[in-house]
């Protein structure tokens, strides 16, 4: 099961897989029986600040105003809404159509890496866009009419665009953009 905790739970869609609460609905829930977290909330709440800091799972932070735990990871720059990205993290995490994406893979990764970025992906070739290197990157194919050359085209542009050392390609069935997820600054 994956955790939504956000401001706007009510206008968010559950699903038997996405768990979506308000901070104010998570005292009751053990801070590490949801193997996977994704925080999403404006403003430092006390209540879910002390609940994240008991969490040993992975736990990702959605642009957090706040410094997060140590062990957690934080998107830094989404290029894309959490209303958007969430559910998807919610079908790669659940391998929902999603072809390339091992058990406990995003577990792993979010337990290891500290910063996450997510971007749209490009569309045309062009010079280097941040001299960051990154360790690891998902390019997140959603194309669905797309033929293995246009995955190939997209993850080429990637590839020249920015500076990532390992790349893994996903594809999910769905008609939005493509995304390339970036990871780093390993935990200590």
Not at 8 to 15: L, M, W
Not at 91 to 102: L, P
Not at 108 to 130: D, K, M
Not at 152 to 163: D, L
Request: contains cysteine.
């Amino acid at each position: 099961m994956l955790l939504w905790i956000t401001d706007t739970a009510g206008q968010q869609h559950e699903t038997d897989e996405l768990i979506i609460r308000s901070p104010g609905q998570i005292s009751a829930i053990s801070p590490d029986s949801p193997t996977f977290v994704v925080i999403d909330i404006r403003c430092p709440v006390p209540a879910v600040m002390n609940w994240a800091s008991k969490r040993q799972q992975a736990t990702l932070w959605w642009r957090p105003v706040t410094d997060v735990p140590a062990a957690h990871c934080y998107v830094e720059v989404p290029e894309c809404s959490a209303a958007e990205f969430i559910p998807l993290l919610s079908d790669i995490y659940h391998r929902n159509g999603v072809i390339n994406v091992a058990p406990s893979e995003l577990e792993s990764v979010v337990n290891t890496y500290r910063v996450a970025q997510v971007f749209f992906a490009p569309i045309e070739n062009g010079r280097l866009l941040n001299h960051q290197c990154w360790p690891l990157g998902y390019v997140i194919h959603r194309d669905g009419n797309g033929s293995l050359d246009d995955f190939q085209r997209v993850t080429e542009r990637v590839k020249i665009r920015f500076k990532i050392k390992a790349i893994n390609c996903l594809i999910v069935p769905d008609d939005g953009n493509n995304l390339l997820v970036t990871f780093g600054e390993t935990c200590v």
